[in-house]
């Protein structure tokens, strides 16, 4: 008795939903990937005696560098260089900082080259939007 085999079914896979699985995950993990930029800006703050000034949890920072470029610290503690570096944009700037934190200290940091219609722009500015605690950070004099 001759048996005859059934014809077995050619399997066949298919890569494109593999492939398609696979960028689809690639282009969630570059979209919810967060890439962090360390910035930094370098300034010698000038040297001063006095006494040292109360520690304050959280404060407003203004860093101006030697060429009068305008920075501010965010939440993150990184300084953001402002976009409008004119006296309106720096106006604008404090503007909407000061309604969540007038009473914090504003603190500005200049470098001891920064010239000083950018520093004195930064006071001027500073005490019309309403900031009431402004002071600026300087280093003990080395002996």
Known sequence: MKF???KKD???ISMTPMIDVVFLLLIFF???TTFNRQTQVNIKLPEAQGTEAKEYPKTVSL???ADGIYSLVGDDN???QLINQTRAGLKEKLSKLVIQS???PFVINADDKTP????MMALDIAGQTG???ITFATLKPSD
């Open 63 to 65: 860093i101006i560098d």
């Open 10 to 12: 050619k399997i066949d």
């Open 116 to 119: 000083n219609k950018a520093v």
């Open 4 to 6: 005859q085999r059934k």
């Open 30 to 32: 570059m979209v919810t």
């Open 131 to 133: 900031f009431n605690h």
């Open 78 to 80: 990184l300084p953001h």
């Open 102 to 104: 007038k009473n914090l």
